[in-house]
RNA sequence: GGGCGGUUAGCUCAGUUGGUAGAGCACCGGCUUUACACGCCGGCUGUCACAGGUUCGAGUCCUGUACCGCCCACCA
């Protein structure tokens, strides 16, 4: 006998314990330790590639709290992986911790009051004050990344209590962080990879710069917002010679940035542009501080736009980059690394004028200022001066962001670092066509993306809190940093901190010395480190038999969100070091959407604390509703679901135990409504097994929830008398089998959406926990049947079917009639067809006892109805056709 | 400007190859029924966004439009 057929039909009298008043009360105290100790979740590492379902778990970011959306999302995972750890898989499921970044380092600044300093000494046995203090305190890096370990293994503790608390099949034993030393050495020694076949890069280039976090960031990582703004229109004046044969003397153009005039280097039209034609190749000087600047053709520039003639500067935006690049202009630029403008002196090389100490005396009230407020005194300026047409025009306009800052981006050259990315765009749409999207339209926004790139990824962050980059640079004779000669670690060596760690061939006191070395001073940006995560999970490259076991894994969970940052850097990061898919599967979830459609903000979803839902719905409750939101598709924030989930946990503790609690002996399943419904429920598993394959859970949840009310509200009350042994032994033997083999599978079938419940019912009846038990197949069910002929099972179909109808026929008269249940009904008339007249004999006896009826007489005619002839005691009036 | 998704009952949503519109919640009425009052039985509720088209037949397929949401691009 299968496995699965003995989880039918073992029902062990002496094994059965049913409480009293079964209850979901403290089911999470008592499942989530048990589950612990017993390592029902626990990966076995000697299981095959084959056997094993390997998820790459999003790593929450440790830097507040859980909310609700991490609920939802991560339940759906949970789902699918006990789907596929009932089936036979051996699941991989290990969880991590995002504490790398930017969002760890603000919050340990606020949490301690400190800030790092780099250039501070490490101070050994460091203790925070106890209370923030004002202004912060300046901490050595060592101590402030000590510091940053130590605020998120606090944070740490209260996440995986929380998953915990909602059933997450982790194997806790696995858990990792993206700051650990063991991320680190992937992150690192995947960089040297890189750096070793080219694919890496150091260049000086202009880079987007959020000014407020000082640090380069990606093109991935930015956001535009709507900011209000202005247009200026601003006169530059042709020389006279070049004005000659012109029939003007000054040229107009328009911008919204006119403190980026000192840093003008060119004006540019659209080479097809009449009115600008005969000035390309000629110059002309910028207003107050008379710079040369050529006027030049290029496509980009839009006629239709402003006056149709731009300034460009160094460095306005990302197109200002790529004139300035195509056009081969100078550079000038004026924006420091924190926003300010710096400091210049006019008429010095590349600042040359035409009257430099007029020069000198506009810019000395704009120089230090912030952007914002230099444009203001530069309009001043510019006003009284004449050169400002008219007044400015307000205007409301998107401005790229840092996603994480607060002020809109420079661009500001710096030397940074770079994987190739532009070069390997096709490879890698390729890529995103040989995943397996859920669902399957998440792939266009891969593809979009991937199509949208205008640049290598920048991986350099001028952040502390982060993965180093491996290398150092020697110092010239003249003590100048060499960047072009970069000392990389060796692969070995990793994980490192070049600012603590010495280069082979040199000594620490060479640290910073004429003819010594310097450490690479910038951290990895923390996707850089997180689109590891396959590699840092699977044990790459230390651990090959798990990395054989496990990779490429299965399936990837996360939230569309992130699929320009995760997931495109992940299949990236892959496609360069495994030439590989890092997974087979991605499942993309939605988002949670508060009751007005936005998407659940933080501070509304802290509000909602997720453990107080889990306390005040159960966490099968909260399960029940995050798992009715289909893969994608963003879902309202429903609290009224989780009480219709707390309510499908109750009923199926009582049903189980109404299922379990006859003390009458199983039999052979011989009664037609019990064939009926076991092969019904057969189909239901067909169909739901189908559904689960495609990661639609919902649709299982949603089929298998109607069975189940379907299951209680008609086959139960119809078996109940026969049950109880009222048509003799066979006959109870028969709706015991039925009912045992069904609850079963139903509970089987609910383990993966509602683990607590679930496993409290199984463990009434049954040793091992339901979580490992296998998955229902429809044989298990048909093999118990037996083999009819299609004559046999349809009649039992139609026998079942005809039952339910007449249930509901003489229930609606009932209720009409308001006739409590205990009165039962003296007769019913049931006049039909000669099919239909045929199937009362088969299931007369189970309607009398499920209705109160005392005798049915039924005829065929027309026309066809089914009328109840009256109550006892007393009688009533015979109620409606 | 390009792309993607959505629009079905008061609300949240199903509706798998086209075949008489569904569920839950809410609401109304009834019922203590030895699994469950955290329950049970019953009832009410629709121009399937709009306009065309294909078809014997369209919520479902095609074309277009409107609105909502998201992604990307543009940013002088």
């Known amino acids: 006998m299968s496995q699965s057929s003995s989880l039918l039909t073992s029902l062990d009298p002496a094994r059965l314990r049913l409480p009293e008043k079964p209850a979901l009360e403290g089911l999470e105290a008592k499942w989530v330790p048990h589950w612990e100790s017993s390592g029902v979740f626990r990966f076995d590492r000697t299981r095959s590639r084959a056997d094993v379902f390997a998820i790459d778990t999003p790593p929450p970011t440790v830097s507040g709290s859980l909310h609700v959306g991490h609920v939802f999302s991560y339940t759906h995972t949970d789902v699918v992986a006990r789907f596929h750890r009932m089936r036979g ?48 305190l300046s901490v050595s890096r060592p101590n402030f990344i000590e510091l940053c370990a130590r605020l998120t293994t606090e944070d740490e503790k209260v996440f995986e209590q929380l998953w915990k608390t909602l059933g997450l099949s982790v194997d806790w034993s696995m858990t990792y962080a993206t700051i650990s030393k063991r991320s680190q050495r992937v992150s690192q020694l995947a960089f040297l990879h890189l750096l070793q076949r080219g694919q890496a890069y150091q260049v000086e280039a202009p880079t987007l710069w959020d000014i407020d976090f000082k640090t380069a960031v990606a093109q991935a990582e930015l956001e535009d917002r709507e900011m209000p703004g202005a247009y200026h229109k601003i006169a530059f004046s042709l020389p006279d010679a070049e004005a000659r044969g012109l029939s003007r003397s000054t040229v107009e153009i328009e911008t919204t940035r006119p403190e980026l005039i000192p840093a003008c280097v060119a004006l540019v039209a659209h080479p097809d542009d009449v009115r600008y034609q005969p000035l390309f190749g000629k110059h002309v000087l910028t207003p107050l501080f008379g710079v040369r600047v050529p006027v030049r053709a290029h496509t980009l520039a839009d006629p239709e736009k402003g006056s149709g003639i731009a300034m460009i500067c160094t460095f306005g935006d990302t197109t200002d980059v790529t004139w300035w690049r195509e056009l081969s202009l100078p550079v000038r630029a004026i924006i420091q690394a924190d926003g300010t403008l710096r400091d210049i002196t006019w008429g010095a090389r590349g600042w040359e004028s035409a009257q430099p100490e007029r020069a000198q005396q506009y810019y000395s009230e704009l120089k230090g200022l912030s952007a914002a407020k230099a444009r203001a005194k530069i309009v001043e300026q510019l006003s009284k001066s004449g050169d400002l047409i008219g007044e400015p025009r307000p205007i409301t306009h998107a401005v790229k962001f840092f996603e994480k800052g607060d002020r809109p981006l420079e661009i500001i050259t710096s030397r940074q670092w770079f ?20 669902p399957e339209y998440m792939e266009n926004r891969f593809e979009n993306w991937a199509n949208g790139l205008n640049g290598d990824w920048c991986i350099s962050r001028q952040r502390f809190f982060g993965v180093p980059f491996p290398v150092w640079y020697p110092l010239t004779p003249q003590g100048q940093v060499d960047h072009d000669h970069p000392i990389a670690a060796g692969d070995a060596q990793t994980p490192i901190d070049p600012s603590t760690d010495v280069p082979a061939g040199y000594r620490a006191d060479q640290r910073g010395v004429p003819g010594g070395f310097v450490g690479d001073p910038d951290v990895m940006d923390t996707w850089a480190t997180s689109s590891m995560s396959p590699q840092i999970v699977c044990g790459w490259p230390d651990d090959p038999d798990l990395f054989a076991r496990t990779f490429p894994m299965d399936l990837r969970p996360q939230a569309h969100d992130i699929i320009r940052t995760w997931l495109f850097t992940s299949v990236l990061r892959a496609h360069l070091e495994h030439d590989s898919l890092p997974w087979s599967h991605a499942a993309i979830s939605g988002w949670v959407l508060d009751p007005d459609r936005k998407k659940m903000s933080k501070s509304k979803g802290n509000v909602v604390t997720p453990l107080g839902l889990l306390e005040e719905h159960g966490s099968d409750g909260v399960r029940y509703w995050a798992a009715s939101g289909r893969p994608g598709t963003d879902t309202a924030f429903d609290p009224a679901q989780m009480k219709v989930g707390r309510r499908l946990a109750i009923k199926i503790l009582n049903a189980s135990k109404f299922a379990l609690m006859s003390a009458e002996p199983q039999g052979k399943v011989t009664a037609p409504v019990d064939r009926a419904m076991l092969r019904n429920l057969a189909s239901l598993v067909a169909e739901v097994t189908v559904a689960f394959e495609g990661y639609d859970y919902a649709r299982v949840l949603q089929r298998t929830e109607a069975f189940f009310w379907g299951f209680c509200d008609d086959y139960l009350e119809l078996v109940k008398g026969r049950r109880y042994g009222e048509q003799g032994a066979e006959g109870a033997g028969s709706a015991n089998a039925a009912l045992t083999a069904a609850l079963s599978v139903m509970l089987r079938l609910f383990a993966p959406f509602l683990p607590f419940v679930t496993e409290e019912v199984w463990s009434w009846w049954r040793d091992g926990s339901i979580h490992t038990a296998a998955w229902p197949t429809p044989d298990e069910l048909l093999s118990m049947i037996g083999d009819h002929g299609e004559d046999v099972r349809q009649t039992d179909e139609r026998a079942y079917t005809w039952a339910t109808k007449v249930m509901f026929e003489v229930r609606k008269q009932r209720s009409e009639a308001k006739q409590p249940l205990k009165v039962p009904i003296t007769g019913v008339t049931v006049k039909t067809d000669a099919d239909s007249a045929a199937l009362m004999p088969i299931v007369e006896a189970d309607l009398r006892a499920a209705l109160r009826v005392v005798a049915f007489a039924t005829t065929v005619g027309e026309p066809r109805e089914i009328v109840v002839v009256g109550y006892e005691p007393p009688p009533s009036a015979d109620v409606r056709t």
Not at 89 to 100: A, Q
Not at 113 to 133: I, K, N
Not at 419 to 438: D, F, N, P, Q, V
């Open 89 to 136: 898989k051996e699941v991989f499921y290990p969880m991590g911790w995002d504490d790398n970044g930017l969002p760890t380092e603000r919050r340990v600044q606020n949490y301690y009051g400190v800030r790092c300093d780099p250039s501070l000494p490490y101070v050994p046995e460091f203790v925070p004050p106890a209370q923030p203090p004002k202004p912060p």
């Open 419 to 438: 994987i190739k990315t532009i070069e390997l765009r096709e490879a890698l749409i390729a890529r995103g066509r040989e995943l397996r999207w859920h």
